[in-house]
């Protein structure tokens, strides 16, 4: 019997306690794709090929993984292979083949769940979504209203990338259009890296429901005469240390479309 508590525990147990509340489950899924997993395989890999070992029930295949080793260990009951991946690496596997995912199963903890398929589907269409690209141009720039729970996840998504980002700010900006928006500048990127953080941002607004306003992301060059604005008046973000910030919970109200409403854990 597994003991120690993990964070999906925590977390499932939270959303579990929230009847219909999708941003719970959304912060599940969220500490889902980032965590390191074990999947469970039939055999050792041979090839380059990884067999998962799946169970059948009349609805799905599902592939097993566990959020520790010894978790696994404690299922298996004893030593088996398996191929240690991130959610976000397995999830692809898993929508190409059509499977669904088992997390934990028979081990009497609170994150034991089963995602059918379609909720694998569901969870990497999410994953695969790409910001828009915008071409309007940008005619001020004044202080952020941000929420600190978007930061805090900002910072916490982008930390494993702080070596490649020197600066960065939020600020608020108004469009030629008139269109306004929150806007999170990132100086002297290299640009190679430039689509992996616009969807890192874009997965941010996505797993916390912020529907406030909208975040864009652009890509500024140390020398930019704009940036002198925004240091005056944004907020920096530091991925480098944890954000300290007595706030009030942030209950935003959304109108979900349905397509994005997180299947129900089971």
Not at 37 to 62: F, W
């Given at each position: 019997?597994?003991?120690?508590?993990?964070?999906?525990?925590?977390?499932?147990?939270?959303?579990?306690?929230?009847?219909?509340?999708?941003?719970?489950?959304?912060l599940f899924y969220e500490a889902l794709l980032d965590t390191e997993l074990y999947l469970l395989l039939e055999k050792e890999i041979e090839g380059g090929i990884a067999c998962p070992n799946l169970i059948?029930?009349?609805?799905?295949?599902?592939?097993?993984?566990?959020?520790?080793?010894?978790?696994?260990v404690d299922f298996t009951g004893n030593s088996s292979p398996y191929l240690a991946l991130t959610g976000r690496m397995v999830l692809p596997m898993l929508k190409e083949q059509k499977l669904g995912l088992g997390l934990n199963l028979s081990l009497a903890v609170s994150s034991e769940i089963l995602l059918s398929s379609n909720d694998v589907d569901w969870l990497q269409n999410i994953v695969e979504q790409s910001p828009k690209r915008l071409?309007?141009?940008?005619?001020?720039?004044?202080?952020?209203?941000?929420?600190?729970?978007?930061?805090?996840?900002?910072?916490?998504?982008?930390?494993?990338?702080?070596?490649?980002?020197?600066?960065?700010?939020i600020a608020e900006v108004i469009y030629k259009s008139g269109y306004k928006s929150q806007?999170?500048?990132?100086?002297?990127?290299?640009?190679?890296?430039?689509?992996?953080?616009?969807?890192?941002?874009?997965e941010v607004v996505n797993f916390t429901l912020y529907?406030?306003?909208?975040?864009?992301?652009?890509?500024?060059?140390?020398?930019?005469?704009?940036?002198?604005?925004?240091?005056?008046?944004?907020?920096?973000?530091?991925?480098?240390?944890?954000?300290?910030?007595?706030?009030?919970?942030?209950?935003?109200?959304?109108?979900?479309?349905?397509?994005?409403?997180?299947?129900?854990?089971?």
């Amino acid at each position: 019997m597994t003991e120690n508590i993990t964070k999906l525990d925590e977390l499932k147990e939270l959303a579990d306690g929230t009847d219909n509340d999708d941003k719970s489950r959304f912060l599940f899924y969220e500490a889902l794709l980032d965590t390191e997993l074990y999947l469970l395989l039939e055999k050792e890999i041979e090839g380059g090929i990884a067999c998962p070992n799946l169970i059948e029930t009349p609805e799905d295949k599902y592939a097993l993984v566990f959020d520790t080793i010894s978790r696994l260990v404690d299922f298996t009951g004893n030593s088996s292979p398996y191929l240690a991946l991130t959610g976000r690496m397995v999830l692809p596997m898993l929508k190409e083949q059509k499977l669904g995912l088992g997390l934990n199963l028979s081990l009497a903890v609170s994150s034991e769940i089963l995602l059918s398929s379609n909720d694998v589907d569901w969870l990497q269409n999410i994953v695969e979504q790409s910001p828009k690209r915008l071409s309007d141009k940008i005619t001020k720039f004044s202080k952020p209203s941000i929420p600190f729970v978007v930061r805090n996840s900002l910072n916490n998504k982008l930390s494993y990338l702080s070596k490649f980002v020197p600066e960065a700010w939020i600020a608020e900006v108004i469009y030629k259009s008139g269109y306004k928006s929150q806007l999170i500048v990132f100086v002297d990127i290299n640009q190679k890296m430039h689509a992996v953080i616009a969807k890192a941002v874009n997965e941010v607004v996505n797993f916390t429901l912020y529907d406030e306003k909208p975040i864009d992301v652009i890509f500024m060059n140390v020398d930019s005469p704009n940036l002198k604005k925004i240091r005056k008046i944004g907020i920096s973000l530091n991925f480098e240390k944890d954000l300290e910030e007595k706030s009030a919970s942030f209950e935003p109200a959304i109108d979900l479309k349905e397509n994005l409403k997180p299947p129900r854990l089971k």
